[in-house]
């Protein structure tokens, strides 16, 4: 089974602060994906890799960055952490017939 | 645009009561339709993948079907532990790299 790891299942931060969110998956899969999930809002997505080093935006990259140094591990960046951007934040890696393979989501809270 | 809307938002069903839940997609091609579980505070659980209208899967009380427009999971006899929102998810053929697009889900309650 593919799966895929979030560093941190709980996170508190102040605002302002440089906040790295980290995801790794075992499967060799190209594609990974960063979301963030909100009440009422649904899963919208921050950023996706095709390939190591390669990334493009998703619907609200505002106020995130993303690294993609090794294909395994794909790390979401908040530069300078603010309260709007506190959420539940879940990385995917993808495959053709299993769709997306979730990590077990970070809920971060920004203080 | 793609667009995928799932009905109803909630749904609270006595323990052994059917029903089912709805998927209504707009999208140029279709690859894909999927189906996840989500319990609460936890990353979205894989269930079913559908390729094409007429197709069905079947796993325990859970069946999805899908036709060109819409896909539905159907929830035979609950049970509480069934409770969850379920995600219902398209990959465009147009789209690059199976990325997909999301509803916001339907939050089912089992009530013992």
């Known amino acids: 089974d593919v799966k895929v790891t979030q560093s941190s299942r709980y996170l508190v931060k102040r605002t302002g602060e440089k906040v790295f969110l980290e995801c790794v998956q075992d499967m060799d899969h190209e594609n990974m994906f960063w979301y963030r999930q909100d009440p009422g809002l649904g899963l919208r997505l921050i950023y996706f890799?095709?390939?190591?080093?390669?990334?493009e935006k998703g619907d609200i990259p505002e106020g995130y960055s993303v690294s993609r140094e090794k294909k395994e591990r794909f790390s979401l960046i908040l530069e300078s952490a603010s309260t709007n951007q506190t959420s539940m934040y879940l990385c995917?890696?993808?495959?053709?017939?299993?769709?997306?393979?979730f990590g077990s989501g970070t809920r971060l809270t920004v203080v | 645009e793609d667009q995928v809307t799932q009905s109803p938002e909630a749904l609270r069903l006595q323990e052994g009561e059917s029903s089912s839940l709805n998927c209504s997609y707009t999208?140029?091609?279709?690859?894909?339709l999927f189906w996840y579980r989500q319990d609460p505070g936890k990353g979205p659980e894989f269930l079913f993948t559908?390729?094409?209208a007429g197709e069905e899967k079947e796993k325990e009380r859970l069946k999805a079907t899908l036709t060109k427009k819409e896909s539905f999971l159907h929830i035979t006899a609950p049970k509480p532990e069934d409770s969850a929102t379920y995600l219902c998810a398209v990959h465009n053929s147009g789209a690059g790299s199976y990325q997909l697009t999301f509803g916001k889900g339907t939050k089912l309650s089992v009530i013992p």
């Open positions: 559908l390729y094409s």
């Open positions: 999208v140029s091609g279709l690859r894909g």
């Open positions: 890799s095709y390939d190591v080093k390669m990334k």
């Open positions: 995917a890696s993808s495959s053709v017939h299993y769709g997306y393979t």
